[in-house]
């Protein structure tokens, strides 16, 4: 005898070979079919299932298990929550980006003017505070191009 699907078993009713939610609501899979019973009903779902084209009934489970498991955390926003905190986080992180090119900019200006005044001194005079100069100035490049 089979074991009835997570849906069949949950709403206590028998499940037979032309069960419409087995295919998507296993036996052990009970927790994402309560989700989804809680946040739309078996009525609901079966409707939504049936509305839906064959191929692409499972992306459409899918989309319901999302948005029940999003809604039972978050009942006012729901997966819009979540999608609105991951735009604000892109934002927030293209701004740290544009900040980190400038200071980049910032910083390939000072090199350049550091080495124009090295170039510039003809004398000898200062050689000691340009002594460590190649080893920053790798270990700079280094940096600049592993961050970008």
């Given at each position: 005898m089979q074991q009835p699907c997570a849906a069949?078993?949950?709403?206590?009713?028998?499940?037979d070979n032309k069960c419409l939610l087995a295919?998507?609501?296993p036996t052990e899979d009970v927790d994402?079919?309560?989700?989804v019973h809680k946040v739309f009903g078996a009525s609901n779902v079966i409707k939504m299932i049936q509305m839906v084209e064959e191929r692409e009934r499972e992306d459409a489970v899918k989309a319901m298990?999302?948005?029940a498991t999003a809604r039972l955390r978050d009942p006012v926003y729901g997966s819009t929550g979540a999608i609105y905190q991951l735009q604000k986080m892109i934002e927030e992180l293209?701004?740290?980006?544009?900040?980190?090119?400038?200071?980049v900019s910032e910083l390939r200006e000072q090199?350049?003017?550091l080495l124009s005044i090295r170039n510039?001194?003809?004398h000898g005079h200062n050689d000691d505070i340009f002594e460590n100069y190649g080893t920053f100035s790798a270990e700079f490049h280094h940096l600049m191009d592993s961050s970008i």
């Amino acid at each position: 005898m089979q074991q009835p699907c997570a849906a069949c078993r949950m709403l206590r009713r028998r499940c037979d070979n032309k069960c419409l939610l087995a295919p998507y609501f296993p036996t052990e899979d009970v927790d994402k079919f309560v989700g989804v019973h809680k946040v739309f009903g078996a009525s609901n779902v079966i409707k939504m299932i049936q509305m839906v084209e064959e191929r692409e009934r499972e992306d459409a489970v899918k989309a319901m298990v999302y948005e029940a498991t999003a809604r039972l955390r978050d009942p006012v926003y729901g997966s819009t929550g979540a999608i609105y905190q991951l735009q604000k986080m892109i934002e927030e992180l293209k701004a740290q980006l544009e900040s980190m090119k400038s200071l980049v900019s910032e910083l390939r200006e000072q090199e350049e003017q550091l080495l124009s005044i090295r170039n510039n001194n003809v004398h000898g005079h200062n050689d000691d505070i340009f002594e460590n100069y190649g080893t920053f100035s790798a270990e700079f490049h280094h940096l600049m191009d592993s961050s970008i």
